[in-house]
């Protein structure tokens, strides 16, 4: 599976953006697509997750509430509705793979694409 993420830009904070992540070779098998982000000097770090089926999802607390995680069955993309950004939210975001989904595990997910860059400004 191949993913790409697209959508990122600069907005002001309180803004809104909306990133996407494409999957290519749909895989058979149950899956999550997870967006983790990275900020300058900083480690990677999980945002939000989403299973196969869109039915269920979960996110890291300090995007709680403001992030929305979605999925288009029929094309295998992956959303990430971030309202209220916050100059602390940027950073390049990814989108990858794990061949299962379950709840809290935030670790197991790979390959990392290339990202698109999220810049919020005060």
């Known amino acids: 599976v191949q993913l790409q993420a697209s959508g990122g830009g600069s907005v002001q904070a309180g803004g809104t953006l909306k990133l996407s992540c494409a999957a290519s070779?749909?895989?058979?098998?149950?899956?999550?697509l997870g967006w983790f982000r990275q900020a300058p000097g900083k480690e990677r770090e999980f945002v939000s997750a989403i299973s196969r089926s869109g039915g269920r999802s979960f996110y890291a607390d300090s995007v709680k509430g403001r992030f929305t995680i979605s999925k288009d069955n029929a094309s295998d993309t992956a959303y990430l509705q971030m309202n209220n950004l916050k100059p602390g939210d940027t950073a390049i975001y990814y989108c990858?793979?794990?061949?299962?989904?379950?709840?809290?595990?935030?670790?197991?997910?790979?390959?990392w694409g290339q990202g698109t860059q999220v810049t919020v400004s005060s």
């Open positions: 070779g749909r895989p058979t098998t149950d899956y999550a």
């Open positions: 990858a793979f794990r061949t299962y989904y379950s709840r809290y595990v935030t670790t197991g997910f790979g390959p």
